[in-house]
């Protein structure tokens, strides 16, 4: 979620002259017969380095097993003719040591991809996907951060239909731009960071997700919701944005639920109710209190003769460890950040880390999980 950093830093556009779009095609309006799960292939983790105004990135949530949260993330961000930006940022939270550190690190254009596309070397950062596309080695060599880390895939990795959604035009080959989601919702994540000198062991359950936003992000959403959360025996995952006015203000969601380490449910059918509202003297948003999450969907059949159930869940959250609130203009030049928050508004980033429980419900019988759960807010544009 992050790179909206790279991007809308990036690049700035006079919208004045678009034109209403309603044109939208969600990513579960591409499944076919309402079966949302579609397992990822080999090209679906390569990375497209698409040209004119795109942002590509890879990034890799740590729960630890601490009570800690982490995220690596590389990005790659096309400016029209320009020359592409190399970035990446990273999230270090561990309440033992009280260690919360954010950073956004701009590195050299350089982006080196293997034969296959699925693999990178950058200035600072280096990802690796090992020949089973199951683990990915990841290496940061940074004055300010050193990572060491080996990331696996637990069961399968998902998209929803296509794993796209399709922005304006009369049909996909004439959309005005694309956001597409790859999910591995559930892995293992065990190295070594040493962050500001300071050495931690990992060990955490992880998430990891390939985008790509295929335009300016002001012009996509007006706001996103992220959900990762993460207990001992299951793994819930929601990525819920609403679009822009121009294309509508339609909700797309998309969420799955991992259960003793299998694959479960993927679904389109969640929703994200904001509780308690209170307005934040700082940014002037309503912020919530308490989030009501919900899942809705039907469990995976993979045989004939596999029963289908429903899957219904709620996780209500109450919010109460702000981790970071990311101004996200803070740090481009003063001229530029005021043309662009005449079109964006001020955007800004709020991330959570707090306790809950999972009611799980997947036929007639349920359970409940307590774990970890991280959220991002996500306020873009005023379009």
Request: with cysteine.
């Amino acid at each position: 979620m992050a790179s909206w950093f790279s991007q809308i830093a990036s690049t700035v556009t006079n919208v004045a002259g678009l034109t209403t779009v309603e044109g939208v095609k969600t990513p579960g309006q591409t499944a076919e017969n309402g079966k949302y799960f579609n397992e990822l292939d080999e090209h679906d983790l390569e990375w497209t380095l698409a040209s004119g105004f795109a942002t590509e990135n890879q990034i890799f949530y740590m729960t630890t097993k601490t009570g800690g949260f982490v995220f690596v993330q590389l990005i790659y961000s096309a400016i029209g003719i320009f020359k592409p930006t190399v970035s990446f940022t990273c999230r270090f939270y561990d309440p033992t040591s009280k260690n919360n550190k954010f950073k956004n690190i701009n590195q050299s254009s350089d982006f080196k991809l293997s034969e296959d596309r699925r693999s990178v070397r950058t200035e600072f950062f280096n990802i690796t996907l090992d020949p089973t596309l199951s683990k990915f080695k990841i290496s940061i060599t940074h004055p300010d951060l050193i990572v060491d880390l080996d990331y696996v895939r637990i069961d399968r990795g998902f998209k929803v239909g296509e794993g796209k959604t399709y922005l304006g035009g009369k049909d996909k080959s004439s959309a005005a731009g694309i956001v597409s989601h790859k999910f591995w919702p559930r892995c293992t994540a065990k190295g070594t960071m040493i962050v500001d000198k300071q050495f931690y062991d990992i060990d955490a359950y992880g998430m990891f997700i390939h985008a790509i936003q295929g335009m300016q992000p002001q012009l996509i959403a007006s706001n996103w919701n992220f959900i990762d959360f993460q207990a001992e025996n299951a793994a819930l995952s929601m990525m819920q944005f609403t679009t822009t006015k121009q294309y509508g203000g339609i909700e797309v969601n998309q969420g799955s639920l991992v259960l003793n380490d299998k694959l479960v449910c993927v679904s389109v059918e969640n929703s994200v109710e904001l509780l308690d509202l209170k307005k934040d003297p700082e940014t002037e948003y309503d912020i919530p209190e308490r989030v009501k999450l919900s899942w809705k969907g039907k469990t995976i059949v993979e045989n004939p003769s596999d029963e289908e159930k429903d899957v219904c869940i709620v996780m209500v959250v109450p919010v109460k460890n702000l981790i970071d609130k990311v101004d996200i203009l803070a740090e481009i030049p003063w001229f530029l950040k005021k043309l662009v928050q005449t079109f964006v508004v001020k955007p800004y980033i709020y991330q959570w880390l707090d306790d809950a429980t999972a009611e799980i419900t997947i036929g007639d019988e349920t359970i409940e999980c307590p774990g970890k759960c991280y959220q991002e807010l996500v306020f873009v544009s005023g379009f």
